[in-house]
């Protein structure tokens, strides 16, 4: 299992010099007893992409936060629900069906600068699907973004 306040102290801890070139504030908010079984670097690869997605498309002096939490489903069964919170741009609604699909990215004027190929997402979603996990987002523009992701506790099979 992966201890995830230890998980999220050494995520962002490789990431915060990018983020202190913005003068984006990086933070995480995880109970310290929670551990969840996963792949640790499937597990590093959503969390790498999302916190790179909200520290480009967030301007100078921004915040960013990841929080993690304990859930008890009425089934009974347990699961870990993240949300990762920007203060950036936003998406505009008609472009949110889309993000997680190979190769789209909004508006290549804006996102042209971060040189990225529009894959990250899309990644994303398939290594949610791998851990049978589901991942929402909501945004507004010009206010930010947050993507909200549910993981079962335990993983049923091998991941
Ligand atoms: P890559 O991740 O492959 O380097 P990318 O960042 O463009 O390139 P995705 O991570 O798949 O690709 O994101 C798709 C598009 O969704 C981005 O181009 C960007 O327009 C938008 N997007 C993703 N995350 C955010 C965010 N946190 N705030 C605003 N827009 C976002
Ligand atoms: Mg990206």
Same mark, same amino acid.
């Given at each position: 299992? =992966?201890?995830? /306040? +230890?998980?999220?102290?050494?995520?962002?801890? +490789?990431?915060?010099? $990018?983020?202190?070139?913005?003068?984006?504030?990086?933070?995480? &908010?995880?109970?310290?007893?929670?551990?969840?079984?996963?792949?640790?670097?499937?597990?590093?690869?959503?969390?790498?992409?999302?916190?790179?997605?909200?520290?480009?498309?967030?301007?100078?002096?921004?915040? $960013?936060? =990841?929080?993690?939490?304990?859930?008890?489903?009425?089934?009974? !069964? &347990?699961? $870990?629900?993240?949300? $990762?919170?920007? !203060?950036?741009?936003?998406?505009?609604?008609?472009?949110?069906?889309?993000?997680?699909? @190979?190769?789209? @990215? =909004?508006?290549? /004027?804006?996102?042209?600068?971060?040189?990225? !190929? #529009?894959?990250?997402?899309?990644? =994303?979603?398939?290594?949610?699907?791998?851990?049978? #996990?589901?991942?929402?987002?909501?945004?507004?523009?010009?206010?930010?973004?947050?993507?909200?992701?549910?993981?079962?506790?335990?993983?049923?099979? &091998?991941?």
């Amino acid at each position: 299992p =992966v201890h995830l /306040a +230890t998980f999220f102290d050494s995520l962002l801890g +490789t990431m915060s010099k $990018v983020a202190e070139k913005k003068s984006i504030s990086l933070s995480a &908010e995880v109970p310290e007893e929670l551990f969840i079984e996963a792949d640790e670097d499937k597990l590093r690869q959503i969390f790498l992409n999302l916190l790179s997605n909200a520290i480009s498309y967030t301007h100078e002096g921004g915040n $960013v936060k =990841v929080r993690a939490m304990n859930r008890q489903k009425k089934d009974g !069964t &347990e699961t $870990v629900v993240f949300t $990762v919170t920007d !203060t950036g741009m936003g998406i505009p609604r008609k472009d949110l069906p889309r993000i997680f699909e @190979r190769f789209y @990215r =909004v508006d290549k /004027a804006r996102s042209r600068s971060s040189g990225g !190929t #529009g894959l990250g997402l899309s990644i =994303v979603k398939h290594l949610m699907d791998l851990h049978r #996990g589901v991942i929402s987002v909501e945004s507004d523009l010009g206010i930010g973004t947050t993507f909200t992701l549910e993981l079962p506790l335990l993983q049923e099979n &091998e991941i």
